[in-house]
């Protein structure tokens, strides 16, 4: 089972950005995929989270509007749309999966995914 992000890059203040979480290993139809970020000095935070069979997606209140999660299980892929980004969003991005959980809907906390990639970096800055 692997995980790969992409698409990390340096990007001015009220620009966008799309970052790819690539699997493989595994097909996603039957788990949760969730975003997390680490900025430094602070512990890892959640960003969002896709449900892979039904494309039900969470947001935590600071990316609410301004992200957009999506998956195309065709390719095995999940990606966060990143608009109207600010300084406050440079972190490491991180993507996990949840496989097979228990529960009907994804959550944003980073204790209940089981695999995680690399991460990429973003560095939001004029």
């Known amino acids: 089972l692997q995980l790969v992000e992409s698409g990390g890059a340096l990007v001015k203040p009220g620009g966008s950005l799309r970052l790819s979480c690539a699997a493989s290993g595994f097909t996603l139809d039957s788990n949760f995929i969730g975003w997390f970020r680490q900025a430094p000095g602070k512990e890892r935070e959640g960003v969002s989270c896709?449900?892979?069979?039904?494309?039900?997606?969470n947001y935590v209140p600071s990316t609410k509007g301004r992200f957009t999660i999506s998956r195309d299980n065709a390719k095995n892929t999940v990606y966060l749309q990143m608009n109207n980004v600010k300084p406050e969003d440079t972190a490491v991005y991180y993507c996990a999966v949840d496989i097979d959980p228990p529960y009907s809907f994804c959550n944003t906390y980073p204790g209940l995914y089981d695999d995680w990639g690399q991460g990429t970096q973003v560095i939001v800055s004029s």
């Open positions: 896709i449900s892979l069979s039904d494309g039900y997606a």
